[in-house]
């Protein structure tokens, strides 16, 4: 059974940065894609960034391509979700995924994705 903690939330003044972490446990970490996800007031849960099971490619939602950074450990079991220039509207919980199939290459879709973690809130202050 994968499980899934994030860390790193908080309040943040808008501009301001956090870098998010996931640490993995229950599966080899290195053969899977992750994904960061997240859901806003009133909104659908949706997919963000992801990255490849190597960490050579990484994909982005066009909201946060430029200002988030998604990477990954794999000697850490660990998937990371740089923020940057956060804006009030990136106000969220925060949720990492693993995927579900060894070795799927990317784009990647929200159904790629089974495993989550409990959430990470972010509050960004205007």
């Known amino acids: 059974q994968v499980q899934l903690v994030e860390s790193g939330g908080g309040l943040v003044q808008a501009g301001g940065s956090l870098k998010l972490s996931c640490a993995v446990s229950g599966r080899p970490f290195s053969l899977y894609a992750m994904g960061w996800f997240r859901q806003g007031p009133g909104k659908e849960r949706e997919l963000i960034a992801a990255i490849n099971w190597s960490g050579t490619n990484t994909y982005y939602t066009n909201s946060v391509k430029g200002r988030f950074t998604i990477s990954r450990d794999n000697a850490k079991n660990t998937v990371y979700l740089r923020t940057n220039s956060l804006r009030p509207e990136d106000t969220a919980v925060y949720y990492c995924?693993?995927?579900?199939?060894?070795?799927?290459?990317?784009?990647?879709?929200?159904?790629?994705?089974?495993?989550w973690g409990q959430g990470t809130q972010v509050t960004v202050s205007s």
């Open positions: 995924a693993a995927g579900t199939q060894i070795y799927k290459p990317g784009p990647y879709l929200s159904a790629d994705f089974g495993s």
